[in-house]
Each structure stands twice: as C-alpha cells, then as structure tokens.
C-alpha cells in the first residue's frame, strides 16, 4: 500500500504530522530525504528554507518516531564538500544550532541583490547537511538509529539538467568518469546506507560526483 501526503519541509509541524502519520503504520525502517531546491530556484531565502532548515525538520522529527534498526538518509550535494573552508563557528552552527535559531546567523542573511545569492545558499545549505547529519548520529545511536547522507555531483534529471546547460557544465568534463551521473547512481548508494550491509556506517556521507570534488581538490593544489 501507498499512501500520499503533502508535506512543507520548511514547515516542522508539517514534516512531524508526516513523521507520526508514518510511525502509526508500524515501525520504521527507512527514511529518505530527498526534498531540496536547486541554484536555479532563484531565491537563497527558499533555498534556506527547504534544503537547510528543511533538513533539520525531517532529521529532528523522525529522530522523535526513531527506533532500533531505523535508518534515514539525507540527500545532500557534492557542493557542502566544495564550502568545507567555512568558519568554525559557522560550521558549529550549522550542526548544531536548535531550529529557530538556525537561520538567524548573520551569514545566513543573504541580500536579494547579490548575483550568486542562490549558490551561495545553496552551498551554505548542503553545507549545513553534511554537518547535520554528523551531529545528529549520535542521538540517533541512543535510539538505535542511524543516519547518513549522499551527495549527488551532476546527476541527469529535470533539475540537473537544467544547471547542466548553465553553471554546472564545467563539471561533467572534470569528471575522471567522464559522464553526468544517473538517478541509478543515486539509488544505489542509499539502498546500500538503508540496508544491513552498512549497519557499522553512521554520521557519514557517500559522494557520488564521478570524482568531480576530487579533481577540483587535487588540481587546486597542481595549480
């Protein structure tokens, strides 16, 4: 059976009805958290809102609906691992500030005018995912939960292929694979983070970018 629900991720209370809807069927086992918007959406105060905050509300949430072989992967982006020269106490921030607080950090308030406002809080935000997640796995362990994240490089969907034929072309030819990734790719690594074989994997992160961070890292430093 499937059962379909509108849910606001910016929203906690709505993500929590969502998290207790589910939990009534049964215990949990999975959780995937795939919500999130693009660069492209054209606004960093939503990008925030959902790929950011968003994150949190599902991670606090199921934690609440959590036991004892529950798994929950967040889809993140190869782009938290390119804004990894942050601050710490923004990064510390990031991880940990509670959820009313999380989007008053001043490096949070990205003014409308600026031209790369939606990547840099696209970047702040998967950012932000990454650490989250790292911070959230030990009060997932005390529940007997685990929690991980993915983060996709290029990957052929709609949304992708839409930074595809802008920003994001540069990436797909500084991939050592030397393809754009496919929905497959993505599927694999978090069927892999939900299953048994990884039961000894918490509070990490899969990057499948085809190597695109990688050569980015190595090449910086040739340069």
């Known amino acids: 059976m499937v ?3 509108q849910v606001d991720v910016s929203d906690y209370d709505s993500v929590s009805r969502f998290a207790q809807a589910a939990a009534s069927h049964g215990p949990i086992k999975a959780v995937i958290h795939t919500a999130g ?39 993140a982006s ?32 990205i003014d409308k005018a600026d031209p790369h406002g939606t990547a840099r809080a696209y970047g702040l935000s998967k950012r932000g995912n990454l650490l989250r997640v790292q911070a959230s796995a030990q009060a ?3 529940v007997g939960g685990r929690v991980n994240s993915v983060s996709p490089g290029v990957i052929s969907t709609s949304a992708g292929r839409q930074e595809i034929n802008g920003p994001a072309a540069k990436f797909i030819t500084l991939s050592p694979v030397g393809r754009v990734g496919t ?34 890292q190595w090449d910086n430093l040739k340069a």
Request: aromatic share 4%; net charge negative.
């Open 140 to 142: 997932w362990g005390r």
């Open 183 to 216: 929905p497959q790719d993505i599927v694999n690594a978090v069927s892999f983070l939900v299953s048994a074989e990884s039961s000894f994997i918490t509070g990490n992160d899969i990057l499948v970018d085809g190597g695109v961070v990688s050569s980015l």
């Open 37 to 75: 918007l693009s660069p492209s959406a054209g606004c960093a105060q939503k990008i925030l809102e959902v790929d950011l905050l968003g994150t949190v509300n599902a991670l606090d949430a199921f934690l609440e609906v959590a036991q004892s072989g529950t798994s929950m992967v967040c889809v």
């Open 3 to 5: 059962e379909i629900s």
């Open 78 to 109: 190869m782009a938290g691992h390119m804004g990894s020269n942050l601050a710490s106490e923004l990064e510390r921030h990031l991880a940990t500030a509670s959820r009313d607080q999380l989007l008053d950090h001043p490096a949070l308030k």
